[in-house]
């Protein structure tokens, strides 16, 4: 029945959403894993649960005309997949990055779904974005560009229908440009996006939760292997929002992040990176990782990011876009003697890298999981918002690692009760999946 079920649903996927093969690895994973789920519970089945939550609810795209600084009109295109609201509103970040196209935001909106799901939280899942480049454009174009992007998509989301929030190349300054634009649009001052400015509805925490969070679940993950952070030599791919954080709590339970990269490629800073040299490249001057051997000759920097996992370590964290550690990266892990790898980014590994790491005995956490902190302060950010008011630092923190946890326990739970032990792959996805279709079957065919 398995094989028959899957086929079936990929089936309709693929011709319905024809290229969008990132959207077709995503469906296929999550698919495969609750395939047990199905067979035990034919009431999903006859309500046709699974045909809807592969089929977003609604996706719009736009055009998005700006001006550049020397006069000239330049045209992108917007998107915003909203893909389910069993849970509550739609929720998920926005990327601006060339690559960006409606397969990509479809599977991150997808991946949402479950994720949102897993943190315990009330919100439904989403994704957007568009094919800018952020990169070298003036802040002055950035603003333009923010702006004309959000006098279409103001209309379609609100605190109670969609709230987007960043991804790669949506940092503080877009989210700013972006809120600035809403509340004139719509003379309203309401938490309409998360990662806002901590003087204007933002929450402590966000900045760093995905990082923070991904660190949380994995002590989780060495702890069931007898071990914590001391002593682990730790690789992360990317040197964003994500990476920054993740390297920063590492070094805060005693571990040591030795290589870091960006999409040229990578650094390796045997003594330990030093993250105040990583953050004034990366998040004031806007520059490249290279940059980093200006103040720390002793480190090497290697060209082409792909290079990064031949690096020996004990815990590797992917964090910097899909697709970016194959199945010969994940041999060359494994053969190093990596024990444990998780996702600070969205299905960064291919499904031939989740294999081998299942195969070789590496503990392995899934983005839905392991990533899934930075959504779930959104979510706080969302609370506070609501309330008028705003937690301390410490307070946050606490719900996020509170939060890391139960998604944790979760996943070990899930694969447990339907014969996955140990899998946080199958576990994620079940019970992510539970969780909305429970919700789905309760609200009725709509
Ligand atoms: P940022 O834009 O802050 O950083 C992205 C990093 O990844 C940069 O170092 C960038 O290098 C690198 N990168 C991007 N694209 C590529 C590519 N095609 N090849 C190699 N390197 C690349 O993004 P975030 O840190 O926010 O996001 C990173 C990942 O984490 C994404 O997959 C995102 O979806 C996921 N994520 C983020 C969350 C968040 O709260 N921010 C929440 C959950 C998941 P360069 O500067 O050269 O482009």
């Not at 990082?211 to 030599?233: N, P, T």
């Not at 503990?363 to 959504?375: E, L, Y």
């Amino acid at each position: 029945m398995a094989d028959n079920f899957v086929d079936g649903i990929m089936e309709t996927v693929e011709s319905r959403n024809g290229g969008d093969v990132e959207f077709h690895q995503a469906v296929r994973e999550v698919v495969e894993s609750i395939a047990p789920v199905i067979e035990k519970h034919p009431e999903f089945a006859a309500a046709g649960i699974v045909e809807r939550v592969v089929e977003p609810e609604r996706q719009i795209i736009f055009r998005v005309p700006w001006m550049d600084d020397n006069g000239q009109v330049q045209v992108n295109r917007g998107f915003r997949v909203e893909f389910n609201s069993a849970i509550g509103p739609y929720k998920g970040g926005l990327r601006f990055h060339p690559s960006v196209n409606v397969g990509i935001i479809k599977f991150l909106g997808f991946e949402q779904t479950f994720k949102n799901a897993l943190t315990g939280t009330p919100i439904g899942g989403g994704k957007g974005g568009c094919d800018f480049n952020p990169k070298g454009k003036s802040d002055n174009e950035v603003m333009r560009f923010c702006q004309s992007f959000m006098s279409e998509l103001f209309r379609h989301i609100g605190p109670d229908t969609d709230v987007p929030a960043g991804d790669i190349g949506v940092g503080a300054r877009e989210i700013g440009y972006l809120f600035g634009q809403y509340k004139k649009l719509t003379n309203t001052f309401v938490g309409i996006l998360t990662g806002k400015g901590l003087g204007w509805g933002g929450s402590l925490v966000r900045t760093e939760a995905t990082g923070y969070g991904l660190v949380y679940f994995v002590s989780r993950m060495l702890e069931a292997r007898g071990k914590d952070w001391k002593g682990q030599k730790v690789v992360i791919s990317g040197s964003g929002n994500v990476a920054i954080y993740a390297t920063q709590k590492v070094q805060q339970l005693g571990g040591t992040v030795i290589a870091l990269s960006d999409s040229n490629g990578y650094i390796v800073d045997n003594d330990g990176i030093k993250l105040d040299t990583v953050r004034q490249i990366k998040e004031v001057r806007r520059g490249r990782i290279k940059e980093y051997l200006e103040e720390h000759p002793s480190a090497e920097f290697h060209e082409g990011w792909e290079g990064i996992w031949s690096v020996p370590c004990d815990v590797a964290l992917p964090s910097a876009t899909q697709n970016e550690l194959d199945g010969n990266a994940a041999g060359t892990l494994v053969a190093n003697g990596c024990i444990a790898v998780a996702e600070g980014a969205n299905m960064p590994s291919t499904p031939e890298a989740v294999k081998v790491f299942l195969d070789g005995g590496v503990s392995f956490g899934p983005a839905k999981a392991a990533n899934a902190g930075g959504v779930a302060t959104s979510a706080l950010e969302m609370s506070q918002n609501s309330m008028r008011m705003s937690w301390s630092f410490e307070e946050v923190d606490k719900r996020l690692k509170g939060i890391m946890d139960s998604i944790y326990t979760q996943c070990v739970e899930a694969a447990d009760a339907y014969g996955c032990n140990g899998n946080l792959v199958a576990g994620a996805n079940i019970a992510g999946f539970l969780k909305v279709a429970r919700a789905m079957m309760a609200q009725g065919v709509v």
